[in-house]
Protein backbone atom coordinates (compact mmCIF):
# COMPACT_ATOMS: atom_id res chain seq x y z
CA UNK A 1 0.00 0.00 0.00
CA UNK A 2 1.31 3.61 -0.94
CA UNK A 3 0.42 6.51 1.55
CA UNK A 4 1.14 9.64 0.33
CA UNK A 5 0.64 12.74 3.00
CA UNK A 6 -0.20 16.09 1.87
CA UNK A 7 -0.62 18.83 4.04
CA UNK A 8 -4.36 19.77 3.15
CA UNK A 9 -7.65 19.40 1.20
CA UNK A 10 -6.39 20.93 -2.02
CA UNK A 11 -3.25 19.47 -2.37
CA UNK A 12 -5.30 15.65 -1.56
CA UNK A 13 -7.33 17.21 -4.79
CA UNK A 14 -4.56 17.75 -6.95
CA UNK A 15 -2.71 15.07 -6.33
CA UNK A 16 -5.90 12.86 -7.09
CA UNK A 17 -6.40 14.84 -10.59
CA UNK A 18 -2.74 14.68 -11.17
CA UNK A 19 -2.94 10.86 -10.96
CA UNK A 20 -6.49 10.37 -12.93
CA UNK A 21 -5.88 12.96 -15.82
CA UNK A 22 -2.35 11.24 -16.20
CA UNK A 23 -4.23 7.66 -17.09
CA UNK A 24 -7.22 9.40 -18.99
CA UNK A 25 -4.76 11.00 -21.42
CA UNK A 26 -2.65 7.27 -21.74
CA UNK A 27 -6.11 5.53 -21.70
CA UNK A 28 -8.98 8.03 -22.82
CA UNK A 29 -11.07 4.89 -22.90
CA UNK A 30 -10.03 3.72 -19.18
CA UNK A 31 -12.96 2.81 -16.68
CA UNK A 32 -13.31 4.86 -13.60
CA UNK A 33 -15.08 3.95 -10.83
CA UNK A 34 -16.18 7.54 -9.37
CA UNK A 35 -17.40 8.02 -5.25
CA UNK A 36 -20.00 10.45 -4.29
CA UNK A 37 -19.46 12.17 -0.70
CA UNK A 38 -17.29 15.52 0.12
CA UNK A 39 -14.39 14.19 -0.24
CA UNK A 40 -13.97 13.77 -3.87
CA UNK A 41 -15.78 17.07 -4.69
CA UNK A 42 -12.46 19.16 -4.71
CA UNK A 43 -11.19 16.51 -7.53
CA UNK A 44 -14.11 16.39 -9.16
CA UNK A 45 -13.90 20.60 -9.33
CA UNK A 46 -10.24 20.36 -10.80
CA UNK A 47 -11.66 17.99 -13.54
CA UNK A 48 -13.95 20.28 -14.52
CA UNK A 49 -12.06 23.24 -14.54
CA UNK A 50 -9.24 21.31 -16.65
CA UNK A 51 -11.92 20.20 -19.13
CA UNK A 52 -13.37 23.68 -19.64
CA UNK A 53 -9.82 25.15 -20.19
CA UNK A 54 -7.52 22.30 -21.58
CA UNK A 55 -10.68 20.13 -23.17
CA UNK A 56 -9.55 17.07 -21.68
CA UNK A 57 -11.80 14.57 -23.10
CA UNK A 58 -13.72 12.05 -20.93
CA UNK A 59 -15.45 10.72 -24.13
CA UNK A 60 -14.38 7.06 -24.32
CA UNK A 61 -14.66 6.46 -21.17
CA UNK A 62 -16.73 4.17 -19.07
CA UNK A 63 -17.81 5.45 -15.59
CA UNK A 64 -19.28 3.55 -12.61
CA UNK A 65 -20.17 4.68 -9.48
CA UNK A 66 -19.62 2.63 -5.91
CA UNK A 67 -23.63 2.94 -4.45
CA UNK A 68 -27.16 4.64 -4.62
CA UNK A 69 -29.79 5.00 -1.71
CA UNK A 70 -32.27 2.70 -2.01
CA UNK A 71 -35.80 3.94 -2.48
CA UNK A 72 -34.84 8.09 -3.88
CA UNK A 73 -35.52 8.27 -7.68
CA UNK A 74 -32.74 9.27 -9.95
CA UNK A 75 -33.86 12.65 -9.88
CA UNK A 76 -34.08 13.03 -6.31
CA UNK A 77 -31.58 16.05 -5.52
CA UNK A 78 -29.81 14.06 -2.97
CA UNK A 79 -29.82 10.42 -4.96
CA UNK A 80 -26.24 9.82 -5.89
CA UNK A 81 -27.10 10.32 -9.26
CA UNK A 82 -27.65 13.62 -9.38
CA UNK A 83 -24.93 14.39 -7.21
CA UNK A 84 -22.39 13.36 -9.57
CA UNK A 85 -24.69 14.85 -12.63
CA UNK A 86 -24.29 18.24 -10.76
CA UNK A 87 -20.50 17.85 -9.89
CA UNK A 88 -19.07 16.30 -12.99
CA UNK A 89 -21.03 14.36 -15.88
CA UNK A 90 -23.01 17.57 -16.82
CA UNK A 91 -19.83 19.33 -17.37
CA UNK A 92 -17.81 16.94 -19.12
CA UNK A 93 -17.98 15.33 -22.06
CA UNK A 94 -18.84 12.25 -21.21
CA UNK A 95 -21.01 9.43 -23.22
CA UNK A 96 -24.18 8.34 -20.62
CA UNK A 97 -24.25 5.23 -22.12
CA UNK A 98 -20.98 4.24 -20.76
CA UNK A 99 -21.96 5.81 -17.13
CA UNK A 100 -23.53 3.11 -15.05
CA UNK A 101 -24.47 3.78 -11.42
CA UNK A 102 -26.89 1.52 -9.65
CA UNK A 103 -30.17 2.53 -9.78
CA UNK A 104 -31.77 2.79 -6.46
CA UNK A 105 -35.20 2.92 -7.16
CA UNK A 106 -34.98 -0.21 -9.27
CA UNK A 107 -38.08 -2.66 -8.83
CA UNK A 108 -36.05 -5.68 -8.34
CA UNK A 109 -32.96 -4.24 -6.33
CA UNK A 110 -31.11 -7.83 -6.22
CA UNK A 111 -31.39 -8.48 -9.96
CA UNK A 112 -29.98 -4.76 -10.29
CA UNK A 113 -27.32 -5.61 -7.74
CA UNK A 114 -25.93 -9.10 -9.65
CA UNK A 115 -26.49 -7.30 -13.61
CA UNK A 116 -24.61 -4.16 -12.23
CA UNK A 117 -21.74 -6.74 -11.34
CA UNK A 118 -21.69 -8.81 -14.96
CA UNK A 119 -21.09 -5.02 -16.20
CA UNK A 120 -18.03 -4.94 -13.74
CA UNK A 121 -16.50 -7.88 -14.53
CA UNK A 122 -17.15 -6.66 -18.71
CA UNK A 123 -15.57 -3.43 -18.21
CA UNK A 124 -13.01 -3.79 -15.28
CA UNK A 125 -12.09 -0.41 -13.92
CA UNK A 126 -8.91 0.55 -14.12
CA UNK A 127 -9.11 3.33 -11.37
CA UNK A 128 -10.99 3.56 -8.47
CA UNK A 129 -11.66 6.31 -6.51
CA UNK A 130 -12.85 5.61 -2.78
CA UNK A 131 -13.36 7.58 0.12
CA UNK A 132 -13.88 6.20 3.44
CA UNK A 133 -16.38 6.77 6.17
CA UNK A 134 -15.09 7.16 9.98
CA UNK A 135 -16.13 3.81 10.86
CA UNK A 136 -13.92 2.73 7.73
CA UNK A 137 -16.76 1.94 5.32
CA UNK A 138 -15.92 1.70 1.61
CA UNK A 139 -18.69 2.12 -0.74
CA UNK A 140 -21.28 1.69 1.54
CA UNK A 141 -19.86 -1.94 2.66
CA UNK A 142 -20.66 -0.75 6.53
CA UNK A 143 -18.64 -2.82 9.73
CA UNK A 144 -19.12 -6.73 9.66
CA UNK A 145 -19.81 -6.79 5.63
CA UNK A 146 -18.32 -10.09 4.20
CA UNK A 147 -14.77 -9.20 2.80
CA UNK A 148 -15.76 -11.32 -0.49
CA UNK A 149 -18.81 -9.15 -0.37
CA UNK A 150 -20.31 -8.66 -4.10
CA UNK A 151 -22.72 -5.76 -5.54
CA UNK A 152 -26.03 -5.82 -3.13
CA UNK A 153 -28.11 -4.30 -0.70
CA UNK A 154 -26.86 -2.71 2.39
CA UNK A 155 -27.72 -1.86 5.51
CA UNK A 156 -26.60 1.49 6.83
CA UNK A 157 -25.44 2.04 10.14
CA UNK A 158 -26.48 4.84 12.64
CA UNK A 159 -22.92 6.14 12.44
CA UNK A 160 -23.42 6.43 8.83
CA UNK A 161 -26.84 7.71 8.90
CA UNK A 162 -26.14 10.61 11.13
CA UNK A 163 -22.96 11.65 9.17
CA UNK A 164 -25.23 11.52 5.99
CA UNK A 165 -28.24 13.73 7.32
CA UNK A 166 -26.15 17.08 6.49
CA UNK A 167 -27.57 16.52 3.05
CA UNK A 168 -31.25 15.95 4.29
CA UNK A 169 -31.96 19.18 5.95
CA UNK A 170 -29.50 17.50 9.35
CA UNK A 171 -32.87 15.49 9.79
CA UNK A 172 -31.59 11.37 9.95
CA UNK A 173 -35.17 10.51 9.36
CA UNK A 174 -34.98 12.11 6.00
CA UNK A 175 -31.49 9.53 5.01
CA UNK A 176 -32.59 5.82 3.31
CA UNK A 177 -31.45 3.48 5.76
CA UNK A 178 -30.13 0.94 2.56
CA UNK A 179 -28.24 1.45 -0.23
CA UNK A 180 -26.65 -0.70 -3.39
CA UNK A 181 -23.50 -0.68 -2.71
CA UNK A 182 -20.43 -2.73 -4.71
CA UNK A 183 -18.97 -5.12 -2.34
CA UNK A 184 -15.44 -5.29 -1.14
CA UNK A 185 -14.85 -8.04 -3.66
CA UNK A 186 -16.25 -5.80 -6.19
CA UNK A 187 -13.70 -3.03 -5.21
CA UNK A 188 -11.33 -5.54 -5.07
CA UNK A 189 -11.62 -6.14 -8.76
CA UNK A 190 -10.35 -2.76 -9.66
CA UNK A 191 -6.62 -2.70 -11.11
CA UNK A 192 -5.83 0.34 -9.26
CA UNK A 193 -7.56 1.67 -6.09
CA UNK A 194 -6.35 5.62 -4.80
CA UNK A 195 -8.05 5.75 -1.67
CA UNK A 196 -8.65 9.72 -0.31
CA UNK A 197 -8.99 11.06 3.11
CA UNK A 198 -8.99 14.60 4.88
CA UNK A 199 -9.79 15.35 8.32
CA UNK A 200 -8.66 14.23 11.69
CA UNK A 201 -12.29 12.12 11.84
CA UNK A 202 -10.93 10.34 9.29
CA UNK A 203 -7.52 9.51 11.37
CA UNK A 204 -8.59 6.11 12.91
CA UNK A 205 -9.83 4.06 10.67
CA UNK A 206 -7.10 5.54 8.03
CA UNK A 207 -4.06 3.95 11.20
CA UNK A 208 -6.48 0.61 10.77
CA UNK A 209 -7.15 0.73 6.91
CA UNK A 210 -2.89 0.31 7.16
CA UNK A 211 -1.73 -0.98 10.62
CA UNK A 212 -4.75 -3.33 11.59
CA UNK A 213 -5.62 -6.56 11.44
CA UNK A 214 -7.18 -7.52 7.64
CA UNK A 215 -10.81 -8.44 9.50
CA UNK A 216 -14.26 -7.26 8.17
CA UNK A 217 -15.03 -5.10 11.35
CA UNK A 218 -12.53 -2.71 9.71
CA UNK A 219 -14.24 -3.05 6.06
CA UNK A 220 -11.10 -1.21 4.31
CA UNK A 221 -8.45 -3.44 6.20
CA UNK A 222 -9.38 -5.19 3.06
CA UNK A 223 -7.23 -2.69 0.64
CA UNK A 224 -3.86 -4.93 2.31
CA UNK A 225 -5.02 -7.62 0.27
CA UNK A 226 -4.66 -5.21 -3.14
CA UNK A 227 -1.76 -5.19 -4.86
CA UNK A 228 -2.59 -1.74 -6.35
CA UNK A 229 -3.55 0.79 -4.08
CA UNK A 230 -2.47 4.71 -3.23
CA UNK A 231 -3.78 6.43 -0.28
CA UNK A 232 -3.96 10.40 -0.67
CA UNK A 233 -4.19 11.81 2.84
CA UNK A 234 -3.79 15.44 4.18
CA UNK A 235 -2.14 15.35 7.29
CA UNK A 236 -5.45 15.71 9.87
CA UNK A 237 -6.06 12.00 8.52
CA UNK A 238 -2.14 10.77 8.54
CA UNK A 239 -2.54 12.14 12.46
CA UNK A 240 -2.76 8.55 14.19
CA UNK A 241 0.07 7.26 11.74
C1 LIG B 1 -19.60 7.41 -1.40
C2 LIG B 1 -19.17 6.32 -0.55
C3 LIG B 1 -18.75 6.50 0.86
C4 LIG B 1 -17.99 7.79 1.15
C5 LIG B 1 -17.68 7.91 2.63
C6 LIG B 1 -16.94 9.19 2.97
O1 LIG B 1 -19.90 6.97 -2.70
O2 LIG B 1 -19.19 5.26 -1.02
O3 LIG B 1 -17.95 5.41 1.24
O4 LIG B 1 -16.81 7.80 0.40
O5 LIG B 1 -18.85 7.85 3.37
O6 LIG B 1 -17.78 10.27 2.76
P1 LIG B 1 -17.24 11.77 2.85
O7 LIG B 1 -16.28 11.93 1.69
O8 LIG B 1 -18.45 12.64 2.69
O9 LIG B 1 -16.56 11.91 4.16
Redesign the pocket.
Known amino acids: MEVIVVKNYQELSEKAFEMLKALIIEKPDATIG ?8 GLYQLMVKDHLINQTSYQKMTAF ?3 EYIGLPQNHPES ?1 YTFMRTNLFNTLDVNFDQVYIPAGDARDIVAEGQAYEVLLDKYPIDFQI ?5 NA ?5 EPNTPLDSLTGVVDLTED ?1 IK ?2 ARFFENDPSQVPTQAI ?1 MGIASILKAKKIVL ?4 A ?2 AEAIYNTIHGPVTAEVPSSALQNHPNVTLIIDEAAASKL
Open positions: FATGSTPVNLDYLGIGTHIGFNTANSLASGSK
